[in-house]
Every structure is written in structure tokens, then in C-alpha cells.
């Protein structure tokens, strides 16, 4: 659906992004995982039209689409979320989200003094959609609050409700986790796999958790320095070693392995056969 080539991103002399390249397949929840500075958000900011890119190509559906602005893209059904959570604060939830369409697509209100009644009939379906939406998100309840008022998940879940209102195709979600309660990130999660599976949305995952990530995300990619350093199952990329090490820091490496050292030591004790280690566990188990 989405193919990044060779993508480089400068800000002066610094690369952020150095020859990244990916492919985002239909249908996927695709995860992107990484350290700190690994160009992550970066990524997200040039395929989406943020930042155009210093050179490489974002492909959609065949077509090129590097360097089309956020509206044009927004109209192909690509959208993004951002790592912090915007909203604006005084309106309510309900008007948050009705604000999405005429927003985004950049039409004015100028029309408003001409057509009042289809206005009135417009705004009544919007209104009827974003209720729509809050149901499927199941916080009916949030509908006439203040959006200032909800929690970092809360406005996590609104800006997904906010892909709900106009026919998002593929949805970049930047750190859905942060900030966000255990309960409040498994309704996210569970809403990301039943936008997936029911609406044929694709997304492109970006969390440092990786609970959740191992949860819903197949393929994870895992960035760093700028490029992609590894593709594969989630499983398989809480394996990889030159993974667990850029991504996990030595810290959890050594972690790993002692509890892997304190696991042979356990078999040993017991006299479990040495040689049905490792290679041979992991291979079956996959
Ligand atoms: N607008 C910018 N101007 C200059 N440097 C930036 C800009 N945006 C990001 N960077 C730098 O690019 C690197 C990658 O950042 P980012 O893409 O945010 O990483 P990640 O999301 O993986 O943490 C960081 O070192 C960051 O400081
Ligand atoms: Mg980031």
C-alpha cells in the first residue's frame, strides 16, 4: 500500500532520516519501533506530507505521492496523528470530532450564509457520525464533555475517532501509548484491531511498548539512526540480538540473557539433556 524508497531527510547537516526504506502492506498493522532520535517521527512527517523529503520516493497504491501536502493526502484517505495529542480544549468532544471534515479539507464556512439548510442538514449527519464514532469507541458517555477535560488517553482515543470522520485508508499513529494507562491503551488496541479487521483500515504503529506492540502489530520495522534495521514478526524481532541491543539498550540485552543463563541452570539442575537449547526451542515454537 505504502512504499518508502530510500528515503533521507535533513534538517542542515544532521540526518534524521539516511536511506530508510519500507514497505507498508494493505491490510496490515504495521509497527515501527525504535530508540530515541531513530527518525521515527520524521518518517511519519514526510510520508504524510509534513516535511518533504530531502531525496528518496513515498509510493501509494503505485502512485508517487512524495512531498504532496497533509490536504492532498488527507483526501487519498492518509492520515496521521500526532505524538502529542491536540485538541481543541474548550469544545466539546462531540464538536471535536464534527470539526474534522470541514477542517481538514480546507472548505470555508463562506457557503454558510448561502445554505443555511443544507448547513443545518450537513451539520445534523455530522453530528449523527461523530455519535457513530464515539459508540464504536465505546465512550458514548465523553460525548458532551469538554475535550480539555479528558485524560492523555481519552484525547488519544478522540484522535482516532477523528480518522472515523472522514474514510481514512491508512492511519499513522505516533506513540498511542504515552501517557496512557494499561486500561485506556487496551480500548485503543482493541479499537485499532477492530478498525483493521471491520473497516479495512491500515496502520502504521509507532510505541515503545512492547506489549502492545507484540499484541497487534505484524510486521514490526525497527529504526535506527535513521534507517531500517530489521523487519520480521514481533516474535522474531524480540530474538534478534543487533535488535534487542540498538533498540532495548544493553541494559535489557543483559537482562535477557541472564534470565536465559538462570533458565539453563534451572534445566541443568533438573538434568534436562544439553543441546535441546535454544536453536532447536525456537524453531519449533515459530
Ligand atoms: N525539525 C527538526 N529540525 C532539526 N532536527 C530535527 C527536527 N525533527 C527531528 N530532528 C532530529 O532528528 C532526529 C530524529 O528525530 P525523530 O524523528 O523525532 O526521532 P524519533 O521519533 O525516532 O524519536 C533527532 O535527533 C531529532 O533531534
Ligand atoms: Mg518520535
Redesign the pocket.
Known sequence: MIIVEDLHKH?GG?Q?VSGASMEIAKGSITGLI?P????????FNVIAGVHKPTSGRVVMDGEDITGLPPHDLFHKGLLRTFQIAHEFSSMSVRENLMMVPAGQSGETLWNAWFHRKRIRDEERALAKKADDVLDFLTISHLADERAGNLSGGQKKLLELGRTMMVDAKIVFLDEVGAGVNRTLLNTIGDAIVRLNKERGYTFCVIEHDMDFIGRLCDPVIV?AEGKVLAEGSAAHIMENEAVIEAYLGRGLKNKVKAEAEAEEARHEAHGAQPGLGDEAGKGGAA
Open positions: 534538517f544532521f534524521a525504535g530515541n532520535g531513530a527518525g521515527k517521527s520524521t518518517l529504526m
